[in-house]
């Protein structure tokens, strides 16, 4: 009789334990409502975002949505300043004269957590392109240049604030906005005050847009560099006199070959010569030669390791009078996993199955670069990145979509992964 009690108690037990947990995985319901009025808003404030032209080099445009985004963010409550690139810019070949303005906002709480928000404002199209593309609402899909990339992130950004606000929820200490102007030349006036923030910050989180094909977090994405070789030679006629000359093009032939083999599969770095030009006529010995090659990388210090190699290779000439002159850009450092960050995530996954969804958290770096990184670098907290919608066709001219349904779902994470890292739910 006394074993039947026990395994009846038991049985009890494991049945609480079951209702316990289904009732856990319930939606916060006024966070879902929420989520849901800001939907139709948040498609007009897409629209708003694409109506405006903002390549990186558009100085008009940059200025003119930033001004949007800055009123926006007032609106919210939020204490707003323009930041515009100082004496810390990072200098590469690309790095146009002017850069465009940071939007930063402070959100200031009763709590003591600090939250780190990051989207971009610039695309990658040229001005004049939106007159033959305009924002449009076709098939459950939103289309328009830069909509996935990033102009979604933003407005995922102004209405998961707005959902905080409409819930009266202040129990952060801090939620900072960070929106840059120049994520998509590689961030040279941005980076620095990033991964300032994103050490001063608890928690950071990123906006640039999931898959469609992969609902999804990264935790993971590689580094990205450059690596310029520049060779001045002699020029001289090349049916004259030949010998005069010294030929920078069989230099800068010399210097690829020597440097194909530094692409390390084991540890992930990748490196491969792209593009090359050299002289100036077909009779004259080319008196210049240059190169460039892409670098992909999963880990800081192998940037370190690769430069140093190529420094003493290229030591090594084929024409004695020639000279060699390398630059080594870091474009992007790599978002590397981490525990806290790997912590966070899973909060995050049991947050969206209270929505009967999976979320994917992809640990192997993914090929393209993200300011994350730069918020990374000295951040001691979790930086998780892809909090914006479902997307698909970044940098094409005439795909470009985010899907509606995803709206709600990725409202309802940010907003709950706000509220749960600032109330010490989410570690």
Not at 41 to 63: H, P, W, Y
Not at 138 to 162: N, P, S
Request: a neutral charge; charged letters at 25%.
């Amino acid at each position: 009789m006394k074993r039947k009690v026990i395994a009846l108690a038991a049985l009890a037990g494991a049945v609480a334990v079951c209702f316990a947990s289904v009732a856990a995985a319930q939606p916060v319901q006024d966070v879902l409502a929420q989520a849901h009025k800001e939907k139709p808003a948040l498609i007009e404030t897409m629209k708003n975002l694409v109506s405006i032209e903002s390549g990186s080099r558009d100085s008009e445009g940059l200025d003119k949505i930033s001004a949007l985004i800055a009123e926006r963010l007032k609106a919210l409550g939020a204490k707003v300043e323009f930041v515009s690139a100082g004496a810390d810019v990072y200098k590469m070949e690309d790095t146009p004269p002017k850069i465009g303005r940071i939007v930063h906002a402070r959100f200031e709480g009763t709590g003591t957590k600090k939250i780190l928000l990051i989207a971009h404002m610039d695309t990658v199209y040229l001005k004049g392109m939106l007159e033959k593309q305009p924002f449009r609402v076709e098939g459950g899909r939103a289309y328009g240049l830069g909509i996935a990339d990033d102009k979604q992130g933003i407005a995922v950004v102004l209405h998961t604030m707005a959902v905080l606000k409409n819930l009266g929820f202040r129990e952060y200490g801090l939620v900072s906005v960070l929106i840059n102007a120049d994520e998509e030349i590689s961030s040279p006036g941005s980076r620095a005050m990033l991964t300032k923030m994103g050490a001063e910050h608890d928690a950071v989180f990123s906006f640039e847009g999931s898959r469609v094909d992969s609902d999804r977090l990264s935790l993971s994405t590689a580094g990205i560099a450059a690596v310029i070789l520049n060779v001045k030679g002699r020029a001289s006629h090349a049916g004259a006199a030949p010998e005069n000359g010294r030929n920078a093009l069989y230099e800068l032939a010399h210097q690829v070959l020597q440097t194909r083999d530094l692409s390390d599969p084991k540890v992930g770095v990748k490196m491969n010569w792209t593009i090359a030009s050299a002289g100036t006529n077909r009779n004259v010995i080319p008196a210049v030669a240059t190169a460039t090659a892409d670098v992909r990388v999963l880990r800081v210090a192998d940037y370190d390791g690769l430069e140093g190699t190529l420094k003493e290779r290229i030591k090594n000439k084929l024409i004695a009078d020639t000279q060699v002159e390398m630059i080594f850009e870091r474009r992007r450092p790599p978002l590397e996993a981490t525990a806290a960050s790997k912590a966070t995530a899973g909060h995050a996954q049991k947050v969206y199955r209270e929505l009967g969804k999976d979320l994917v958290v992809g640990e192997v770096a993914e090929g393209g670069g993200t300011d994350a990184a730069f918020a990374s670098l000295k951040a001691k907290g979790p930086v998780l990145e892809r909090f914006g919608l479902q997307g698909f066709g970044a940098h094409s001219s005439d795909a470009e979509y985010v899907l509606l349904d995803s709206i709600e779902p990725r409202l309802y994470l940010a907003a709950r992964m706000i509220m749960d890292v600032a109330t010490g739910k989410a570690r």
